[in-house]
């Protein structure tokens, strides 16, 4: 069949068109579905407990950045290391974490700090804490069996 000349042209740049677009799209659709959008980092889950800075959970105070305080916390089945901390009131506090093994949440109860951790991720959260008080922290990925007994607690205190 005998195509005009503007015609190839049309199809052609159509053709093109849908590919670029379907491109783009399968991007996207990687970037999004890969890692939690609160992930900053990949880390080898198996080499959790020697790699800076999990092989020192717990609070550490910290000078020069901008926050006061940071966080550095393990989650596996079924615990948090540390399992609780106590920062002053009106102190900034940077939160990272990652999981030894299979995905866990990290949601702060009665606040918006609600992170996904997935194993091989780093997942990070800068929160000002203006007020005193115990905060549960709880895992809201099912994890399995201990799942419901998996928490922390941040304590602020005066
Ligand atoms: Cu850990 Cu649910």
Redesign the pocket.
Known sequence: MHMHRYEKWWLTLGTGSLIIFLIILGISAFHQGHQPPSAKAYINPEQVDVIAPFDKPGLKKVEGKEWDYELVLV?S??LYNPGEVEVPKGSRLKIIATTKDVI??FEVAGTNINMMLEPGYISEYTTTLDKTGEFLVV?N???GVG?HT?KSMIKVVD
């Open positions: 989650a089945t079924f866990h949440g895992c990925e099912y994890c799942h998996m």
